[in-house]
């Protein structure tokens, strides 16, 4: 059993940055891989972003286009997911995921724990 819990949402200006944080309980986080989605209003819920458990692989979403970057630090089990150049199309609700399994998971249903979300809005 996991349980996740995002931090560092909030409110920016386009153009802006944020990190948000993932805290994982347990001590077997280091063989997680850990997923990072959003949801944005009256919209499906879309994959953003993943990485391996050694944090050595990541895999990113196309309209991340090398704005988002992920990364962890397994001593403090913890899952990071850094938010350059911000477009108010960014706003959502965003959710990290965990599961045992190759970093290259981008569905939501290979996911089997979640975090309750944090939310970040971009004002244009």
């Known amino acids: 059993q996991v349980q996740l819990v995002e931090s560092g949402g909030g409110l920016v200006q386009a153009g802006g940055s944020l990190r948000l944080s993932c805290v994982a309980s347990g001590r077997t986080f280091s063989s997680y891989t850990m997923g990072w989605f959003r949801q944005a209003p009256g919209k499906e819920r879309e994959f953003v972003g993943v990485?391996?458990?050694?944090?050595?692989?990541?895999y990113y979403a196309d309209f991340v286009n090398g704005r988002f970057t992920i990364s962890r630090d397994n001593a403090k089990n913890t899952v990071y997911l850094q938010l350059n150049s911000l477009k108010p199309d960014d706003t959502a609700v965003y959710y990290c995921?965990?599961?045992?399994?190759?970093?290259?998971?981008?569905?939501?249903?290979?996911?089997?724990?979640w975090g309750q979300g944090t939310q970040v809005t971009v004002s244009s």
């Open positions: 995921a965990a599961n045992r399994g190759p970093y290259t998971m981008r569905r939501d249903t290979d996911y089997d724990y």
């Open positions: 990485i391996g458990w050694s944090g050595s692989s990541a």
